[in-house]
């Protein structure tokens, strides 16, 4: 029982937290930055100053959607940030070219997180399946339980991996922001704490996805018992 208050606690703190981020983002996307650039222009003139050339920025639907392929080499921005002259499409540009900076400089954290993306990738597919099998069938196989167990480990693995990923790559951008004078004071602080927001969602899925592994450990070892 205690499990799961647990678990519904971090849904609806993720769920609060989430509303709070697009709060901020549509109240910081009204405000126009002092340069007038473009989420398109920031992040290709943050590309530039770090020297790296065989990145291309597009353009993608949807709305937060924003996000760097390594596969491709592309930073993918939404149309509002793509396009918006605003303080929050400048920290969101910023911050997606903080991974391509991240995978041109080797950054360990990436290079681990990217190892762990096929793994994830095959496991997300079928763990839940697995777990809800394991716990049906408990007493009589429980192999399948602690088959569940590791996949949902190496998720939770990757969850925890993704945090230093993305604070390193807001601390990226907003050096480059208050270096290359692309925002004054009052926008980097707008900045700052629209990527602070975002980064919390990071956080409770982290915990989250750690409070479920332990509850799956509970079961199993309480089959033991």
């Not at 799956?216 to 070892?221: A, E, F, L, N, P």
Request: glycine residues 6%; contains cysteine.
């Amino acid at each position: 029982m205690i499990m799961y208050i647990i678990m519904i606690a971090f849904m609806l703190i993720g769920w609060l937290i989430s509303m709070q981020l697009k709060r901020k983002f549509k109240q910081y996307s009204e405000v126009t930055i002092g340069s007038g650039l473009t989420g398109k222009e920031i992040a290709e003139k943050m590309l530039s100053d770090n020297g790296i050339n065989d990145v291309k920025v597009i353009s993608v639907e949807g709305q937060l959607t924003d996000h760097y392929n390594p596969a491709d080499r592309t930073v993918n921005l939404s149309h509002d940030v793509y396009y918006g002259r605003s303080a929050a499409s400048a920290a969101v540009s910023a911050h997606e070219c903080g991974h391509a900076v991240q995978h041109a400089r080797a950054y360990t954290w990436l290079q681990m997180r990217s190892a762990l993306v096929p793994v994830v990738s095959f496991g997300s597919k079928y763990v839940q399946w697995i777990l809800l099998g394991g716990i049906l069938m408990v007493n009589t196989f429980p192999a399948l339980l602690l088959i569940g167990i590791v996949m949902f480990a190496a998720i939770t693995l990757f969850s925890f991996v993704t945090l230093p990923v993305e604070f390193d790559a807001s601390r990226r951008a907003m050096v480059w922001l208050e270096t290359s004078r692309t925002a004054n004071t009052q926008e980097l602080g707008m900045a700052k704490e629209a990527l602070s927001w975002a980064a919390m969602t990071y956080v409770v899925a982290a915990l989250s996805a750690l409070a479920t592994l332990a509850y799956y450990v509970m079961v199993y070892m309480g089959r033991r018992n």
